[in-house]
Nanobody, 117 residues
Framework: VQLVESGGGLVQPGGSLRLSCAAS????????MGWYRQATGKQRELVAR???????LYADSVKGRFTISRDNTKSTVYLQMNNLKPEDTAVYYC????????????WGQGTQVTVSS
């Protein structure tokens, strides 16, 4: 197993969660990392990506609320999600890709995030 997510759960609207994704060092050190999500009945969509340099990309729907970061010493990428909305409810997948602009090459198993009162 090369990408392992954790941190999902149930949260009320306006609340916060932090997702983590631990990767094997050989993958993490040279690849862009990121998060996608898929809500029930919808297509999988990009949430955020981060390059080894720290350059980031975000979906418009999460800008200003979500922050992606990476800890190179732990080979872990994080997604801090604040001011969560019901429409953020989805399965969140960690990914790795050659660059922040190329298609994902590896996917994690996914972690459920549910935003509901």
């Amino acid at each position: 197993v090369q990408l392992v997510e954790s941190g999902g759960g149930l949260v009320q609207p306006g609340g916060s969660l932090r997702l983590s994704c631990a990767a094997s060092r050989s993958i993490f050190s040279i690849n862009a990392m990121g998060w996608y999500r898929q809500a029930t009945g919808k297509q999988r969509e990009l949430v955020a990506r981060i390059a080894p340099s720290g350059f980031t990309l975000y979906a418009d729907s999460v800008k200003g609320r979500f922050t992606i970061s990476r800890d190179n010493t732990k080979s872990t990428v994080y997604l801090q999600m604040n001011n969560l909305k019901p429409e953020d409810t989805a399965v969140y997948y960690c990914i790795s890709a050659t660059t922040v602009y190329t298609d994902p090459r590896l996917w994690g198993q996914g972690t459920q995030v549910t935003v509901s009162s």
